[in-house]
């Protein structure tokens, strides 16, 4: 009855497990190493694979050897000549939800420094943030953030989010967070002066940012160095060339993403 040792050899390769089409943007495991990302087309026999950060890698096709949406499936290549409804992704590489509305607006909320934080993160995120039903309200700088924070009485299904310029070791912005303590709070930030430093400097057309002296206001001293005359025309300019989360740095990404999912999950 028991003829065959259930433990031995590769489990995952006898069990049956469907098959499924590497559709372009498909995003799937490499259950092996652990690797997610978008098929972005196939070399050599293999699917290729790209992650949120652009980084390819090359993974066979083998049985049960990918995992979408936590289930094993194995990857075949897309039928010559069928067509198919190709997925959306939207603008955080998220895969799109048809036909369901934006949410009525929840309690909680995500807080970023100015207009120009929030415009770039609904450039990206806003998408996901509507289908959550998730508000992003600008400040004018975080100097009475604990006041802030207080006046807004955050609780486990009223969180709050916020996302701080400058968040490095040692500066003032470091000091002012270290004194929000409240567990349905979530502060991150990134380590960039301004958001648009977050900005992939050759998406506008920089090999990098220029290295402004302290004591000089950045975003005059930016225009300066580029030759703009006003920071709003840079802004115009900064802003048209983000569409997705490929235009912005890493570290932006994943404060971003850890704040979405910090005031999506609510407390009964």
Not at 12 to 32: F, G, I, N, Q, S
Not at 121 to 137: M, Q
Not at 152 to 176: N, Q
Not at 244 to 251: A, I
Request: charged fraction near 30%; proline fraction near 7%.
């Amino acid at each position: 009855m028991y003829g065959e040792d259930v433990l031995a050899g590769d489990w995952r390769r006898r069990k049956v497990t469907p098959e499924v089409e590497a559709e372009p943007d498909l995003v799937v495991e490499d259950a092996d190493s652990g690797f997610c990302g978008a098929v972005a087309g196939f070399e050599l026999g293999a699917v290729v694979l790209e992650d949120r950060n652009g980084r390819r890698r090359n993974f066979p096709l083998a049985p049960a050897a990918f995992l979408l949406d936590g289930r094993p499936v194995t990857l075949v290549r897309p039928v010559a000549g069928r067509i198919k409804k190709q997925r959306r992704v939207t603008a955080s590489g998220s895969i799109a939800v048809d036909d369901v509305k934006a949410q009525v607006a929840k309690a909680s909320r995500i807080w970023v420094e100015g207009i120009h934080d929030a415009a770039l993160v609904e450039r990206i995120w806003g998408d996901d943030l509507r289908i959550e039903g998730i508000v992003v309200e600008p400040l004018d700088g975080i100097d009475d953030l604990t006041g802030a924070v207080a006046a807004f009485r955050p609780g486990p299904a009223r969180r709050l989010g916020v996302l701080v310029d400058h968040l490095v070791p040692g500066s003032k912005e470091s000091r002012i967070v270290a004194r929000v303590t409240d567990p349905n709070v979530l502060v991150t930030g990134h380590p960039y002066v301004d958001i648009w430093q977050a900005v992939r400097p050759e998406r506008v057309g920089l090999r990098a940012w220029p290295v402004i002296p302290p004591g000089r206001p950045w975003k005059e001293g930016v225009c300066a160095a580029v030759g703009v005359r006003e920071p709003a025309d840079m802004w115009r300019r900064v802003l048209a060339s983000v569409s997705s989360y490929k235009d912005v740095e890493t570290p932006l990404i994943n404060s971003m993403e850890r704040l979405i999912d910090f005031v999506t999950v609510f407390e009964d």
